[in-house]
Each structure stands twice: as C-alpha cells, then as structure tokens.
Nanobody, 120 residues
C-alpha cells in the first residue's frame, strides 16, 4: 500500500508565497517521476511541475520563474515553492508519483489534494 500526503495549502494574497509538501510512504521499492498537478473549478487537471529521480525538472509555462520544485530522495518527498502567486493559481493541487512497489509493480499514485486560494 502506498500513500501520498500533501500539506501546505491555504489562503494567500496576490504576490504572496506558499510552500507545498508531499510525502510518499508504504512498500516503496523505487520512485520515478514525482510532480504536482492542479485543477481549478470548471477546468481540467493540468501539470504544474515535475521532477525526475536525477533532479531534471519541467514546468508549465504559466509558472516558470515563479514556482520551484525540489525533491529529497532519501525522504521520498517533494516540495513546491510558489512565489508571486496570482489569482489564476487558485486550484486544488495534487501530488503524483510513479512508484514501483515490492509486490504490485509500477503504478501512478495521487494524493488527496490541497487547496490553494490566491485572493485579496
């Protein structure tokens, strides 16, 4: 059994910052790509940022220069530092990871989501 647990969401004013964290736990043999997606009301879920095991990163154009994803392979965690937040960043943010377990192979796992609201 694998779990992804997010934390760090909340309400922030435009121009402010938040840091999201995600921790993976369970019968983990290896974690491949980890990342953050978001879904705003009435919109499809979209990729925000992702990071490979070697530290290679990809970002959505809308967050480049404002968001930074980082990873701690020893702790099976990723963080998303979000700066200069804008109202259009308001969404539920989901952590996801490709994880190989000891007994069920490799699957894509999702966290439960954490709400980020940017409003004055």
């Amino acid at each position: 059994q694998v779990q992804l647990v997010e934390s760090g969401g909340g309400l922030v004013q435009p121009g402010g910052s938040l840091r999201l964290s995600c921790a993976a736990s369970g019968s983990i043999y290896r974690i491949y790509v980890m990342g953050w997606h978001r879904q705003a009301p009435g919109k499809e879920r979209e990729l925000v940022a992702r990071i490979g095991g070697g530290g290679d990163t990809n970002y959505a154009d809308s967050v480049k220069g404002r968001f930074t994803i980082s990873r701690d392979n020893a702790k099976n965690t990723i963080d998303l530092q979000m700066n200069n937040l804008k109202p259009e960043d308001t969404a539920v943010y989901y952590c996801n990871a490709g994880i190989q377990t000891y007994n069920t192979g490799t699957k894509n796992y999702w966290g439960q989501g954490t709400q980020v609201t940017v409003s004055s």
